[in-house]
């Protein structure tokens, strides 16, 4: 159980367009999930919260006109990277939050297997 | 502010040799901390967190909060267990993780 899926799990698009990556819960509702990004060998970047039916909670420095966060449902959350431009070439990770993990205040989180996204 | 470093980019070991993966935190309430690795073209996934204090894979990890450490050891490496490993500090909002520490395990 707890798995997140992500599509594509690669794209090559050209520079100026537009390209949508969406990530699901498969077998939970996930009231919130998050976007992140990570470059070659470096760390995961918390990008943004997304939550259920309202607007998505954008970390600092990162362009909420740039990367549009929808989170239409409960099992689905999708990312558009807008008018792409090379820079925005990365791997791009989203994760769920499923339920309290015992003992703790902290939300267990599962991740998707991450989206290449290569712009030319 | 809340901020988790792993010193070392890069650990080779021997295969049977003991492994110590650093990570530090700096936080200003009660932390839950977290190991995650992640295998060559697999997805995050947890390993083990410090509430639970149990050993996975032969793996352990103490939190010490005056040294405010976290550190991931097991006594003796195994060819499978070259990965990238990722320190997470989780908090009620999110999540932080550190740069991460690759693994390598050599025959």
């Known amino acids: 159980g707890a798995v997140v899926s992500q599509h594509p799990s690669w794209v090559i698009c050209k520079s100026g367009t537009s390209v949508k990556i969406e990530c699901r819960s498969l077998d939970f509702q996930a009231t919130t999930m998050f976007w992140y990004r990570q470059f070659p060998k470096q760390s995961l970047m918390l990008m943004a919260t997304s939550n259920e039916g309202s607007k998505a909670t954008y970390e600092q420095g990162v362009e909420k006109d740039k990367f549009l966060i929808n989170h239409a449902s409960l099992t689905l959350s999708t990312l558009t990277v807008t008018s792409a431009h090379p820079e925005d070439s990365s791997f791009y990770i989203c994760?769920?939050?499923?339920?309290?993990?015992?003992?703790?205040?902290?939300?267990?989180?599962?991740f998707g297997p991450g989206t290449r996204l290569t712009v030319l | 502010a809340q901020r988790v470093t792993q010193p070392e980019k890069l650990l080779s070991v021997f295969k049977g040799a003991p492994v110590e993966l650093k990570c530090n935190y700096s936080y200003s309430g009660s932390p839950e901390l977290f190991w995650y690795v992640q295998y060559s073209r697999q997805r995050l996934q947890l390993l083990l967190r410090?509430?639970s204090r149990e050993s996975i894979k032969g793996f352990t990890a103490d939190l010490n909060k005056g040294e405010t450490s976290f550190h991931l050891k097991k006594p003796f490496a195994q060819e499978e267990d070259s990965a990238m490993y990722y320190c997470?500090?989780?908090?009620?909002?999110?999540?932080?993780f550190g740069s991460g520490t690759k693994l390598n395990v050599k025959p």
């Open positions: 410090h509430i």
């Open positions: 997470a500090l989780g908090t009620v909002n999110k999540f932080y």
């Open positions: 994760s769920a939050r499923r339920g309290l993990l015992e003992r703790t205040s902290v939300w267990e989180q599962f």
